[in-house]
T-cell receptor, first 113, second 117 residues
Framework: AQSVSQHNHHVILSEAASLELGCNYS??????LFWYVQYPGQHLQLLLK??????LVKGIKGFEAEFIKSKFSFNLRKPSVQWSDTAEYFC???????????FGAGTQVVVTP | GAVVSQHPSWVICKSGTSVKIECRSL??????MFWYRQFPKQSLMLMAT?????????EQGVEKDKFLINHASLTLSTLTVTSAHPEDSSFYIC?????????????FGEGSRLTVL
């Protein structure tokens, strides 16, 4: 069965530090990949997505992610985090054009001032 | 961007009662909506796919008689938790896939927190 694995459940870091969140999926076919963010008390928002083309995808708020097909990975990065990046981050995968998403367990990121 | 709204945002009910949660797409038509359930400190688990004008498709292990889904119009899907029990307490989230949105891009509601006493 298809699965999505996020490596870290909790990450704590200081402002201006670099962030990298790992995401691996287990599906050999064509996939569409997403990173969503959920700020405290708010709904899920799309950070970025990959369907095809350049494997380095840039999203909102300075985030980017790199799709490495050989590693079945889609890691999220941000060079310099801010306190406002405190949130929960979810990696998601779909093989379905209708957008039925399989989510990873999520990573809670806390950025300290 | 597109907006999806859920109501109520939180509800507390007694065991044995039924609770209805609404999911509305406010500025676009949603041919397909998805219902997810999120347990504390866990990921979102897809419960069912709701298609306008047809029966919902439930994921394995989800009781369709327990979680009734109705998608009567292009802007509204409802999830009814029937005869709720404490183990049904959870955070329920809907998402909508619109006619004009890109493939796979979904818009999420704020979520509805259900607590069953």
């Amino acid at each position: 069965a298809q699965s999505v694995s996020q490596h870290n459940h909790h990450v704590i870091l200081s402002e201006a530090a670099s962030l990298e969140l790992g995401c691996n999926y287990s599906y050999g076919g064509t996939v569409n990949l997403f990173w969503y963010v959920q700020y405290p008390g708010q709904h899920l928002q799309l950070l970025l997505k990959y369907f095809s083309g350049d494997p380095l995808v840039k999203g909102i708020k300075g985030f980017e992610a790199e799709f490495i097909k050989s590693k079945f990975s889609f890691n999220l990065r941000k060079p310099s985090v801010q306190w406002s990046d405190t949130a929960e981050y979810f990696c998601a995968v779909t093989t379905d054009s209708w957008g039925k998403l399989q989510f990873g367990a999520g990573t809670q990121v806390v950025v300290t001032p | 961007g597109a907006v999806v709204s859920q109501h109520p945002s939180w509800v507390i009910c007694k065991s044995g009662t039924s609770v209805k949660i609404e999911c509305r797409s406010l500025d676009f038509q949603a041919t397909t909506m998805f219902w997810y359930r999120q347990f504390p400190k866990q990921s979102l688990m897809l419960m069912a796919t709701s298609n306008e004008g047809s029966k919902a498709t439930y994921e394995q292990g989800v009781e369709k008689d327990k979680f009734l889904i109705n998608h009567a119009s292009l802007t509204l899907s409802t999830l009814t938790v029937t005869s709720a029990h404490p183990e049904d307490s959870s955070f329920y989230i809907c998402s909508a896939h619109g006619l004009a949105t890109n493939t796979g891009e979904l818009f999420f509601g704020e979520g509805s927190r259900l607590t069953v006493l």
